[in-house]
């Protein structure tokens, strides 16, 4: 079993703000603060993963006190709220437990308060996630979605620039640089909802009842609020704690607002949504029962390095994320896979950009007889430091039984992740293999035009979905799985068809054996691929990450540098 296996990886270890609060019935319970300094309280209130937050604060020194009632809030002396999930459960579980009251109070004090992504939605009105729902009622102003019906891409997923309005301490050294966005939400500078249609742009920028709360914008499709300031309150809508050193640097001047701070050097200046590189890694157990990167087939298992080494170096080689492809022979009982949670649980305190997880993700019975769901699965994996969730074989297998019934039926590993998760947090792998036709009539799937013709002078061809690491085939096309797995709730798709790119209104991300920095250049120049992933050419030191990065900018495409 992989749970006996070694892992043999790297060891681990302004003025005060308005009281609006006040109409809401906020508490007004009498706590004195913990008065300790090298300490920080943070909200976790169970609805996700948050261990990619404790690790950044510890790394950055700071020991970590957790909230367990409304009083612990009221005492904390930095109080770091990274909300994750939805906006109506998160909500629903902050007013049940008094916590709601016990935060709007915290916040009329103006105590030191940083709320990350939707630790920074809660904060306004009410959001139109799930109909609409009111928040905590701090800042003027709806939640609302992307808007997808003109080719937006939903979710805003990567490394996007911010535009600074305000000058603060949080954001001291962030001018010119990438951070880290995942969301289909954001708020808007308006005063309400009903104003959206009837102003122009100008006219909401001018509007002034929560314009003194923005501190940075970011333009994706529209400019929305990416951070807010106001005294010793602060939020944001990007994940610093996955925002590398740039992030780092934020979170360090929020907890330690009278240090020098330090400036990360950048020698291009952030100005859009960034092209992503992402390092994949496939962990195998080899002969000796230790976890190793490896590429090739199951027969030659070739040890190209340990996995939590290659992960930390990658990220210090600018990789934008790192992704994990589980290939060990736990697959009968993914819980027992106890190594691969140790990789993720170390990565994690090394490497601050996103890491995401494949290989296994399904509903299965173990020996005993036990049931356990795909959430059960992917939640123990978002424990252990994953962001994101990748899903194959499964995933194909309920497109099949969404498109025969058109039913969702709300059971698949896709729908009960992203309803708990959302779906930034699922990602689609797609793996299939090339069938030439000589006519497009004769298939029922979406077929191209190719430029090198079949072996029997075919000029198109259809792309056959795979299960079990491309050995079997499935009645399926790429095209067709692609918009029936965004349907039931993915937020991403790993594509090996890049032919395939223009089924979905999600982001596509594109692995097709890259062996040449060209071919990272290609693909977003012809394709509109938000990322492109590699693996071989990074385990052989062929190409490093550095000179796919110069090449890209060469280029004219904006990266992350």
Known sequence: MAAATSINAVPCSAGRPKRRSQRRGASTVAVRASGDASTVTLLDYGAGNVRSVRNAIRHLGFGIRDVRSPEDILAADRLVFPGVGAFGSAMDVLTRSGMADALREYIRRDRPFLGICLGLQ??????????????????????????????????????????????????????????????????????????????????????????????????????????????????????????????????????????????????????????????????????????????????????????????????????????????????????????????????????????????????????????????????????????????GSNAVFAAEAYLQTGVKTGKSSLEQISRVYGNQAVVVSIDPRRVYVKNPEEVQFKTVKVSNKGPLGEEYAWYQCTVSGGRDSRPIGAYELAKAVEELGAGEILLNCIDCDDAVTIPVIASSGAGIVEHFSEVFEKTNASAALAAGIFHRKEVPISAVKEHLVDAGVEVRV
Not at 155 to 166: C, D, F, R
Not at 260 to 278: D, E, F, H, Y
């Open 122 to 391: 809660l904060l306004f009105d009410s959001s139109e996630e799930n109909g609409l729902i009111s928040g905590l009622g701090v800042i003027p102003g709806v939640v609302r979605r992307f808007d997808s019906s003109k080719g937006l891409i939903v979710p805003h997923i990567g490394w996007n620039a911010l535009e600074i309005t305000k000058d603060t301490q949080l954001l001291k050294g962030a001018e010119g640089h990438h951070v880290y966005f995942v969301h289909s939400y954001h708020a808007l500078p308006v005063r309400n909802s009903s104003f959206l249609d009837a102003l122009s742009l100008v006219d909401l920028w001018n509007s002034d009842e929560n314009k003194e709360w923005i501190s940075s914008v970011c333009n994706y499709g529209e400019s929305f609020i990416s951070s807010i300031s106001m005294g010793n309150i602060q939020a944001v809508q990007f994940h610093p704690e996955k925002s590398g050193a740039t992030g780092l640097s934020i979170l360090k001047n929020f907890l330690s607002p009278n240090s020098s701070g330090s400036k990360v050097p950048s020698r291009r200046k952030a100005s859009n949504l960034a092209k992503r590189v992402i390092a994949c890694l496939d962990v195998r157990s080899n002969d000796s029962g230790d976890l190793v990167v490896t590429k090739g087939d199951q027969y030659d298992v070739r040890n190209l390095g340990k996995p939590v080494d290659l992960a930390s170096q990658y990220y210090i080689d600018g990789a934008d994320e790192v992704s994990f492809l589980n290939i060990t022979g736990f697959r009968d009982f993914p819980l027992g896979d106890l190594p691969m949670l140790e990789v993720l649980r170390c990565a994690s305190e090394k490497v601050f950009v996103p890491l995401t997880v494949g290989g296994g993700i399904r509903d299965f019975t173990d020996a005993n007889g036990r049931y356990y769901s795909s959430l059960e699965v992917a939640s123990e994996y978002f424990r252990s430091g994953a962001d994101k969730i990748s899903i």
